[in-house]
T-cell receptor, first 112, second 114 residues
Framework: DQQVKQNSPSLSVQEGRISILNCDYT??????FLWYKKYPAEGPTFLIS?????DKNEDGRFTVFLNKSAKHLSLHIVPSQPGDSAVYFC???????????FGAGTRLTVKP | DAGITQSPRHKVTETGTPVTLRCHQTENHRYMYWYRQDPGHGLRLIHY???????DKGEVSDGYSVSRSKTEDFLLTLESATSSQTSVYFCAISERQASGNTIYFGEGSWLTVV
């Protein structure tokens, strides 16, 4: 069962504009959420995280928003840069389980 | 650089042969994980370890075994490789358990079973 879902396999945006990547989850026990970025032939690298006690976390150009009632989180990248082109994975974990669940990923392409 | 080394980075093997992937960390982290990445599935946990000789199953553990005889090394073994195990395998580490914490990934091992 896919407890974390990224329904958009790909997203293309223009350089300088905002990129919005979405993620939905089904397990109400999830209380910690992360975004990872992955370039081809490399491992995923941690980008930003948010705890369920918050609804927003910002780090430079990256902001993650959490809507617990809708079981939805999003990653905003502004302004988008060509170097942001990568696959982005949403992940979630709960306090009782050592298993972090990942979405299928969204491939972001930022066009110059 | 998370101080994780995976070997081999690329391997082609025949169906039915045993395969062992190695993960070595220099961070002295307690937790180590093996994930596989497949199109449409993201990353799925195979097995993890919470200390020397302490391991547990993940979401997709069938056909895999692991061992951890030293803090720094975590081995993933495919006893008899099948074509469905063709995948990219990522080792990951964390200082504390995954819930509420960040895990850090190695660069991956590409395995093709023919």
């Amino acid at each position: 069962d896919q407890q974390v879902k990224q329904n958009s396999p790909s997203l293309s945006v223009q350089e300088g504009r905002i990129s919005i990547l979405n993620c939905d989850y089904t397990n109400s026990m999830f209380d910690y959420f992360l975004w990872y970025k992955k370039y081809p032939a490399e491992g995923p690298t941690f980008l930003i995280s948010i705890s369920s006690i918050k609804d927003k976390n910002e780090d430079g150009r990256f902001t993650v928003f959490l809507n617990k009632s809708a079981k939805h989180l999003s990653l905003h990248i502004v302004p988008s840069q060509p170097g942001d082109s990568a696959v982005y994975f949403c992940a979630a974990s709960d306090g009782n389980n050592n298993d972090m669940r990942f979405g299928a990923g969204t491939r972001l392409t930022v066009k110059p | 650089d998370a101080g994780i080394t995976q070997s081999p980075r690329h391997k082609v093997t025949e169906t039915g042969t045993p395969v062992t992937l190695r993960c070595h960390q220099t961070e002295n982290h307690r937790y180590m994980y093996w994930y596989r990445q497949d199109p449409g599935h993201g990353l799925r946990l195979i097995h993890y370890s919470y200390g020397v000789k302490d391991t547990d199953k993940g979401e997709v553990s069938d056909g895999y075994s692991v061992s951890r005889s030293k803090t720094e090394d975590f081995l993933l073994t495919l006893e008899s490789a099948t074509s469905s195990q063709t995948s990219v395998y990522f080792c990951a580490i964390s200082e504390r358990q995954a819930s509420g914490n960040t895990i850090y990934f190695g660069e991956g091992s590409w395995l093709t079973v023919v």
